[in-house]
């Protein structure tokens, strides 16, 4: 079997495989497809399909299909990553600053320091969680960061689902999101310093402050068809960029959205982009993402370290949440709804977690346990919301689910939906 029709199977099953699961089994009240495609990738990693049947993992997954297949998941991960940044609305952040400012530290702060306890937890039970070029710092941040992150493209996917993105509730999760997924790269970056190389990397970020301020001026002259090839090519050349100078393209892709403003694209284009990259190409990085999956420290010790990780990160999510509204004085129920949507993880912890493990932060085995518990917090979120939007919360919060009419948003006004297009970044 040749390289290509390898691919293309490779293709079929990544395709074929979750989609099927997902509409047979019908699981899209408690695993929409997004996370039935990273479960499959797992199932059609090594651990699994390569365990079971390994001659033919090893046929379909040689290492160069492995090698074509990363090249499309780089390329999905970094327009994602970019789409998150465009997202970004610190026009709306800064107008209700202290609100945001609390809520979104809390909500970072407290799983933070508790999934650092975990991972020095784990440290303290076996040595094979943290990697060879790790320092104890960097493994404790980087764990405990994982715990904290929340994904905003998928926080903005699952509130599409429940009818409440473009409500007044949906807009706040989404100011408090935005928050904490600039801290998540601005952590990242830290954690990443190679202390040989700084100079390069703080030439790297002067330069990308002189480069951002003309790239902004010129975008502002451009119609929006142009908008979309220029910012493109900047994308690549700041992922490009970021990585030679020692930190990860991951964050020159994130740099790059962050200082483009939402309001330079119609939002349905956008909104319709995210859908299409979801679609067509993100499936692939799900994959190669199943293909990192490791038992090595043994199945039981891992699912015990995912399980830990998972308690730090939902009740140090839950937490900070709670502790924010009450400081605010939010109605009974309010934090609860927000801790759980804010708690979703998947995508974003899984690209940020791959960019420990490429640096060897952290072994395959604290990668799958990782992985786990950001499918499993991701799994949690709409079961437990969905009830609160239909019950108390809807009594207790008229300012944040009064749009809410019965099961849809129909009656949500219009002004919801532009106040979301942003303001100037």
Partial sequence: MNNTDSFLIAM?????V???????????????LVVVQILTGILLGPGMLGALFPHYYEAVFSPPVIQALDGVAWWAVMLFVWIAGIELDFGQVWARRRECGLTAGLALAVPLL?????????LAWRDEWIGAAAAPWQFTLG????????????L??????LDILRAPLGQRVLRYASLDDVAIWAVLAVILLD???????????LLFVFAARLFRRLMRRLAENDRWYIGLIWLAACGLAADRAGLHFMVGAFLAGAVIDRQWFDQPRMDMLRRHVLLV????????????TSWAVGGSAVFI????????????????VQLAGRRLGWAKGEAWVIGWLLQTKALIMIIFVNILLDRHLITGATFTALLLMAVASTMLTVPMVAPWLRGPVRAVAPDAVAPLIGSGCAQVPEVSRSSHRGHDK
Avoid: N
Wanted: overall charge positive.
């Fill in 305 to 320: 370290a995912a399980a830990v990780l998972l308690l730090a990160a939902v009740g140090g999510k839950l937490l900070g």
């Fill in 195 to 205: 202390w040989a190389r700084i100079g390069r990397q703080a030439v790297f970020l």
């Fill in 156 to 161: 903005i996917l699952l509130m599409e689902k």
């Fill in 12 to 16: 079929t099953l990544i395709f074929s």
């Fill in 114 to 122: 508790f999934g650092g306890l975990a991972a020095i937890g784990l």
């Fill in 281 to 292: 190409v993100m499936p692939v990085f799900f994959l190669s993402t199943g293909l990192r």
């Fill in 143 to 154: 764990v405990g960061m994982a715990c904290a992150v929340t994904a905003l493209p998928i």
């Fill in 18 to 32: 979750p989609y099927l699961i997902w509409r047979l089994a019908r699981t899209d009240h408690y695993a929409p």
